[in-house]
């Protein structure tokens, strides 16, 4: 069992920037792909960003491509994603999870919030 724990959301004005870090309960941390997924109210969860277990490829989609960046650091079980130049179409509960691969995610976080101002 992995136990995933978000933080770093918040409230941002629009243009600004915020990384948000996923840690680990496992030290097989590096065995896992990582996911990054956001649901806006009234929304289905939509894929954000992946990386495969050790950060050779990631994965993002065409919304916040160029925007956004993953990352992670195995030795310190934690995943991270760096949103740059946000927008307010960018506000959800952003969750990161965590499988064998980047489309196969077995565990979840509980979530942050981030809320992007106009």
């Known amino acids: 069992q992995v136990h995933l724990v978000e933080s770093g959301g918040g409230l941002v004005q629009a243009g600004g920037s915020l990384r948000l870090s996923c840690v680990a309960s496992?030290?097989?941390?590096?065995?896992?792909?990582v996911g990054w997924f956001r649901q806006a109210p009234g929304k289905e969860r939509e894929f954000v960003a992946g990386?495969?277990?050790?950060?050779?490829?990631?994965y993002y989609a065409n919304s916040v491509k160029g925007r956004f960046t993953t990352s992670r650091d195995n030795a310190k079980s934690t995943g991270y994603l760096q949103m740059n130049s946000l927008k307010p179409e960018d506000t959800a509960v952003y969750y990161c999870?965590?499988?064998?691969?980047?489309?196969?995610?077995?565990?979840w976080g509980q979530g942050t919030q981030v809320t992007v101002s106009s």
């Open positions: 496992v030290r097989t941390f590096g065995n896992y792909a």
């Open positions: 990386i495969n277990w050790s950060g050779s490829s990631t």
């Open positions: 999870a965590a499988g064998p691969q980047v489309q196969e995610m077995d565990y």
